[in-house]
């Protein structure tokens, strides 16, 4: 069993920069795909990037594209994500979620089994 856990959000002027971490436990995830995901109050979770277990590919939304990146420490079991030119859009709570059987880079849920609970990020105007 794999757990997750997110830190580093918190509250950031907009146009400012954070970045999260997912610290993992209970099993190494340098052999997963990771993803990080978002859920603002009112709308679905949706997908923000991913990383092959290498580190080597990434994958984001057109909405983060160009602001956020998605890299990994496999030696220290971490995921981040550098989060910059935050927007007040860009307001929600952030998941890491894992995908152990590196079933591709994806912006879908489904392929993503072990989840963790999450870290509030929230851009002023």
């Known amino acids: 069993q794999v757990q997750l856990v997110e830190s580093g959000g918190g509250l950031v002027q907009a146009g400012g920069s954070l970045r999260l971490s997912c610290a993992a436990s209970g099993r190494t995830v340098s052999s997963y795909n990771m993803g990080w995901f978002r859920h603002a109050p009112g709308k679905e979770r949706e997908f923000v990037a991913a990383?092959?277990?290498?580190?080597?590919?990434?994958y984001f939304a057109d909405s983060v594209k160009g602001r956020f990146t998605i890299f990994r420490d496999n030696a220290k079991n971490l995921v981040y994500l550098q989060m910059n030119s935050l927007k007040p859009e860009d307001t929600a709570v952030y998941y890491c979620?894992?995908?152990?059987?590196?079933?591709?880079?994806?912006?879908?849920?489904?392929?993503?089994?072990?989840w963790g609970q999450g870290t509030q990020v929230t851009v002023s105007s």
């Open positions: 979620a894992a995908d152990p059987y590196r079933r591709g880079l994806s912006s879908g849920r489904e392929i993503y089994d072990y």
């Open positions: 990383i092959s277990w290498s580190g080597g590919r990434t």
